[in-house]
């Protein structure tokens, strides 16, 4: 077979798409744009057009796309070492589980390399921990695509093709009572976003968290919070969970974790965590030297920058920005730190094509909801451009 070398010869939007169409899944929705390059909050596509990026990959580019300190930590270590099996011990993995122990409050770190997998290894753990089976999930939750995951994902267009899934019970998210109702005796874990993403940024009440560590401690259940998205400054903190000053048993993260360099993790009390013993769980590639090198980095961009404070700050700025659209189209502006959600009363699908032509990259979540999940690095003037089109629209 003849190898076509052609990734560095530069294609054409309409050869790029032309070989999409033929040799890929047609798994994905994909927005007309072929990304060619990205710096901080821009994004450039193969034709030279620029965009302001409020998807940053989904929540991923936290530290704002190419910074020069994790790109500049992958080119040393890339040299250095790539990987290497978990079979062996590496100071980039040891380094970071520390930092990240110390970040989370948790005790222990599981490595892996996607926020399904961090799900996954937090579902398997609490089953192992409690030997019980069931978890109770939230209606609209999202913690990812495999069949584990995928038992606890509420949306039902995701789900039926693959029944049957693990045992759940999903109950209105921001009603600890319904979890208390749920719980029963085959109830390993309850399993939530603190501030649901993919279900359109929904916001519990203040003590909603609170409630329902209080009720999972006194049934005895484990609390297992997907930080999958939330995490890394999203939302104005490290990890959402601080906003209701509890701590999980189980946490997940991923996304904004490697700055844009696959990564991720699954975290656990020692009580919990000590219930895996070798053998129980394993990853390949999970915590392999350039994934932690890229993550180390991040994280101390994250706080060399004030990147947390800055989320909180410009979170604050968007959501005022926004309420001064025109109301006649919003039904509610909501939003903690950089993860801001604007409801619309029509489907969003229509600007986020319109902002997009207007050189904005926007994403629509639960058809109506435009989420803004930008760089943390993303300046004042930025988020008036952006909000200057949507008004434009
Ligand atoms: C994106 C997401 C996942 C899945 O992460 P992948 O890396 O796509 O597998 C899980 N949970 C939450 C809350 C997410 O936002």
Redesign the pocket.
């Known amino acids: 077979m003849a190898v076509n070398t052609a990734v560095n010869k530069a294609l054409k939007y309409d050869d790029i798409v032309r070989k999409f169409d033929k040799y890929i899944f047609d798994t994905y929705t994909r927005q007309p744009v072929a990304i060619k390059k990205a710096c901080g909050a821009v994004v450039t596509d193969v034709d030279g057009k620029e965009y302001i990026d409020c998807v940053a990959g ?2 991923v580019n936290n530290v704002g796309h190419c910074h020069p300190a994790v790109v500049g930590a992958i080119k040393r270590q890339v040299e250095q070492l790539i990987h290497v099996s978990n079979l062996y011990y590496t100071e980039q993995q040891a380094v970071l589980a520390e930092g990240l122990v110390n970040l989370t409050g948790m005790d222990r770190v599981f490595f892996c390399n ?6 996954e290894g937090a579902l398997k753990l609490a089953r192992k921990a409690t030997g019980k089976k069931e978890f109770i999930a939230a209606e609209h939750a ?4 495999t069949r584990g ?1 995928l038992s606890v994902t509420h949306k039902e267009k995701y789900r039926k093709p693959f029944e049957p899934l693990a045992p759940a019970v999903f109950v209105p998210y921001n009603d600890a009572d319904a979890i208390r109702a749920a719980i029963n005796e085959n109830t390993a874990g309850v399993i939530l ?1 603190p501030i649901q ?2 279900g359109g940024v929904i916001i519990p009440s203040d003590n909603y968290l609170k409630e329902v560590r209080e009720i999972c401690d006194e049934k005895n259940v484990l609390l297992i919070l ?1 930080e ?3 995490g890394f400054g999203r939302t104005g903190k490290w990890f959402a969970s601080e906003h209701s000053g509890i701590r999980a048993d189980i946490m ?1 993260t ?2 904004a974790m490697g700055g844009g360099f696959p990564m ?1 993790s699954m975290l656990a009390r020692e009580n919990v965590a000590s219930k895996f013993v070798r053998g129980d769980h394993a990853s390949t590639f999970g915590g392999n030297a350039l994934a932690c090198a890229a993550a180390i980095a991040t994280i101390d961009v994250i706080k060399k920058e004030k990147l947390v404070e800055r989320s909180e700050e410009m979170g604050k700025y968007l959501i005022q920005k926004l309420s001064t659209l025109d109301k006649d189209y919003v039904k509610e502006i909501r939003g903690k730190g950089l993860m801001v959600g604007m409801e619309l009363s029509v489907k969003c699908e229509d600007i986020v094509s319109k902002a997009r032509e207007r050189g904005i990259l926007l994403n629509c979540t639960s058809e109506s909801v435009l989420r803004f999940v930008p760089p943390l690095t993303i300046t004042k003037e930025q988020l008036d451009k952006v909000v200057g089109v949507l008004d434009e629209i």
Do not use: L, P, W, Y
Request: no cysteine.
């Open positions: 989904i929540a996607s926020g399904t997998e961090a799900v999202f913690h990812g695509r995951a976003e993403g993919e997907d999958v998205q939330t997940t991923a996304k991720g």
